[in-house]
């Protein structure tokens, strides 16, 4: 195989896997902003809370990673359903600016907390010696654990799918939001259903910040921190897209790692640049909402 | 009209002072971030400082020692030069220490300058800072202090092609002028460099062009954080030192920061002035001390060691001024003065008001069950490369 084609072909399978690790991370707020209609800016933190839940239930309760970042997600899970019952019920009826106003104070409280909690320094998820390694085929090789990052991504958007188009749990919840008080009517608890809905979208924040921790390493600011990266894949997809989600995060993520390969001068703008024409071309994101 | 207020104010302070020689209450104001990303510089400052006052039990003879912190709580380099505007002017502090970023300690010069105030700096890692101000004096190090030796090491060791990969930053560049003129200076030969933008996680790209650069080393400079360990696994996760490729650094292996890091720092060869590890008497009762006050798992680091040293230099500057106000008295007592730090044999360079130390050659180990940088070569009394090529 050519030298040139070896390496694009090594960096568009970086890009994938970096896509899916993007995708993972908004995931969740695909799910609260599209479907629930919350500018949920707290989401990052629940990512980072996540991340913090795993790390400390591996450290000090020595749980193994496969126990540990399913636990992870159910906490998360917990409190965000807590917070959804005592504080985001009080602006789902609000304008964008209060969702913003009252999630963004909570991410900067979330984050004083976790920094007297945990620390200021760096944290990481330690990864088992089983997904550690690389698969070698020629001159490419593959690390094992970005590939079960893709396979870990492509299952939870799989399932997202179907949960909310094939279940009745989805079909409730597309009516609570399209028309909340027939839904009622209907007999649909709407209140649990948008709870355990931000839940979901809690636990998936959670399982992004724990299994990417590798590349977004876990500390207190994380929540604002990369809260940019989230809001891009969120907003290039098409406001509540699963699957506009998914092509922004692999669209970025490839374009991303080749720009900044072949134009390094431009380095970390090709992103902008390339958010700034998708969103020219498509203003309401790749897979608009019909 | 400013810059009167200050003389006049410094002018007062110094005849006020002069009058009460005996048993002063001597003012040190502590610049440093206590909140914000940077939150952990302040946190081992004030550990440093809080560490030798117990220990001197707040007393330089008959003087007490009080030190104000004050929150910076970022990069602006305007709030720092206010917060030290008011801790000379208001609160009549004889001495400054800290600061944690060039721009923010560059922000505090006119001040001390103007107030005669001397300004004891714990990091900020450009040379050029201390040619500043004549009441500058740095207890940190600079990169091209670290960066020199490491160069030295790596050809030593027969790694004569290599390549640099720096954060895009104005130390970045600093860090590629101390590789680069170094390593061509002593013969070996530069591959090319890597610039990295500031904040990036994602690695792969860079990484597939330093294999393409097919160095022997690789010099990394990244600010201590997500970077630096973001890059370190991705070295090793991409398996480019099986690739033949080594990978230097210098302070990207602090010990804060190994466990995040985890064992793809292992082997990892480093150039510092300082590590918890180092196998000195003084070195070891500082970390037993440290290890007492604030728990055992907990180890000091560069930033605490310079805030400890800062304070050890600002009570002998006391001394020597027996507790009245004359910063150029204080600056005099201070250049030449030697002691016996944790990190080795110090003192100050009486001509760049530099610090003049040791710089350990380590590598990343388990130390106890724990990872630790292990040095195991000495380059005795390095002076600040930069200053000796660009005399002031």
């Known amino acids: 195989m050519n030298t040139a084609f070896a390496t694009l072909l090594s960096l568009v399978i970086d890009g994938v896997a970096y896509g899916m690790m993007l995708f993972l991370i908004s995931v969740g707020l695909t799910i609260t902003l599209g479907v629930m209609r919350v500018v949920n800016l707290a989401h990052s933190a629940f990512a980072m809370i996540g991340g913090y839940l795993a790390l400390w239930s591996m450290q000090h309760a020595g749980l193994g990673f496969f126990v540990a970042v399913p636990i992870a997600v159910i906490g998360t899970m917990l409190i965000g359903a807590l917070l959804e019952r005592t504080l985001y019920r009080w602006v789902y009826a609000t304008s964008g600016l209060g969702q913003m106003l009252m999630t963004i104070g909570l991410a900067f409280v979330i984050t004083a907390l976790f920094k007297n909690l945990g620390g200021t320094q760096l944290q990481s998820v330690p990864i088992p010696p089983s997904l550690q390694g690389n698969w070698n085929v020629g001159p490419l090789s593959l690390s094992v654990y970005r590939a079960f990052l893709v396979g870990a991504s492509a299952a939870v958007g799989l399932s997202l799918w179907l949960g909310l188009e094939r279940t009745s749990f989805g079909a409730k919840l597309r009516a ?23 839940a979901i979208g809690c636990g998936l924040a959670a399982l992004g910040g724990a299994l990417g921790s590798q590349f977004l390493p876990i500390e207190p600011y994380y929540g604002l921190k990369y809260l940019v990266h989230v809001l891009i894949v969120v907003a290039v997809g098409g406001l509540g897209s699963l699957r506009g989600s998914l092509y922004a995060g692999l669209l970025l993520g490839v374009i991303d790692t080749l720009g900044r390969y072949y134009v390094p001068a431009l380095g970390a703008f090709v992103i902008y640049l390339a958010v700034l024409a998708i969103l020219l071309i498509r203003p309401h994101g790749l897979v608009p909402r019909s | 009209m400013l810059r009167r207020r200050l003389i006049m104010a410094s002018a007062c302070c110094a005849l006020g002072m002069a009058f009460s020689a005996q048993a002063a209450e001597i003012k040190v104001g502590l610049l440093s971030q206590f909140s914000g990303p940077y939150a952990w510089w302040g946190k081992e400052y004030q550990r440093g400082v809080d560490l030798y006052l117990a220990q001197i039990g707040n007393k330089i003879g008959t003087h007490t020692v009080t030190v104000l912190a004050r929150d910076e709580g970022g990069t602006s380099p305007q709030k720092s030069r206010q917060l030290a505007q008011e801790l000379v002017v208001r609160d009549q502090v004889q001495y400054l220490l800290g600061g944690t970023f060039t721009p923010t300690v560059l922000g505090v010069t006119d001040v001390a300058t103007q107030t005669k105030t001397p300004f004891v700096i714990c990091n900020a890692g450009t040379s050029s800072v201390t040619q500043k101000s004549p009441y500058f004096i740095r207890v940190g190090f600079t990169t091209w202090t670290v960066s020199v030796p490491l160069v030295q090491y790596a050809l030593s060791q027969n790694l004569k092609k290599a390549a640099i990969v720096a954060a895009d930053y104005a130390p970045g560049q600093d860090a590629i002028d101390a590789f680069g003129q170094t390593l061509s200076k002593l013969g070996g030969t530069l591959s090319g460099e890597v610039k990295v933008p500031l904040g990036t996680t994602n690695f792969s790209s860079y990484l597939q ?52 890091i985890g064992d793809s720092a292992l082997g990892l060869t480093t150039a510092l002035h300082y590590s918890p590890h180092l196998e000195n008497a003084t070195n070891k009762a500082f970390v037993a001390a440290y290890k007492t006050k604030y728990g055992k798992s907990e180890l000091p680091s560069i930033a605490s060691l310079a805030a400890y040293d800062g304070m050890r230099l600002i009570a002998e500057m006391i001394r020597a001024n027996d507790g009245v106000r004359d910063g150029d008295k204080a600056i005099t007592a201070a250049k030449g003065f030697k002691w016996e730090s944790p990190r080795g044999p110090v003192s100050i360079d009486p001509k760049t008001r530099e610090i003049v130390q040791n ?3 380590r590598k990343v180990e388990k130390i106890d069950g724990q990872l630790g940088n292990k040095s195991f070569q000495t380059f005795t009394g390095v002076k600040d490369p930069w200053h000796e090529a660009n005399p002031q």
Do not use: W
Request: charged letters at 20%; aromatic letters at 8%; proline letters at 6%.
């Open chain 1, 176 to 198: 609570s939001v399209d028309n909340p008080r027939i839904a009622r009517c209907v007999g649909i608890d709407v209140p649990l259903v948008f709870s355990v809905t931000f």
């Open chain 2, 209 to 260: 062009r330093v294999r393409d650069l097919q160095p022997q080393t690789v010099f990394m400079f990244m600010p201590v954080g997500p970077m630096s360990a973001g890059f370190i696994k991705a070295f090793k996760e991409r398996e480019l030192d099986k690739a033949g490729i080594t990978l230097l650094a210098n302070a990207e292996t602090n010990e804060a920061d190994l466990g995040a």
């Open chain 2, 359 to 361: 710089v350990y050659i």
